[in-house]
Nanobody, 125 residues
Framework: QVQLVESGGGLVQAGGSLRLSCAAS????????TAWFRQAPGKEREFVAA????????YNTDSVKGRFAISRDNAKNTVYLQMNSLKPDDTAVYYC??????????????????WGQGTQVTVSS
């Protein structure tokens, strides 16, 4: 059974930092596009960042550019999201996702075939 397990969420004050991790198992992680999405209460799931299988290309949504950075370690089957200068608007459940059918990055949630259970990030003002 494929697993994606997120960790690293929590409560932080505005301006603080968190590092999310997502450990993958039971599929060929090193061949997958991986991404982070987030979902705030009452809102749709939103693309945050994505990274190609080799780590050679990375993409961020405009609202997190210059603050968040996605990275991966294929030897550890893990993808990370370093979040700096956090704002209350960043409060959400953060999900990692993997896309194995193609190497093309997309910001559409439905195009990812594996998902983690999510980790809560709460930023206080």
């Amino acid at each position: 059974q494929v697993q994606l397990v997120e960790s690293g969420g929590g409560l932080v004050q505005a301006g603080g930092s968190l590092r999310l991790s997502c450990a993958a198992s039971r599929f060929t992680f090193s061949s997958s596009v991986t991404a982070w999405f987030r979902q705030a209460p009452g809102k749709e799931r939103e693309f945050v960042a994505a990274i190609t299988s080799s780590g050679g290309s990375r993409y961020n949504t405009d609202s997190v550019k210059g603050r968040f950075a996605i990275s991966r370690d294929n030897a550890k089957n893990t993808v990370y999201l370093q979040m700096n200068s956090l704002k209350p608007d960043d409060t959400a459940v953060y999900y990692c996702a993997a896309r194995t059918v193609t190497g093309i990055v997309t910001d559409i949630p439905g195009r990812y075939n594996y998902w983690g259970q999510g980790t809560q990030v709460t930023v206080s003002s």
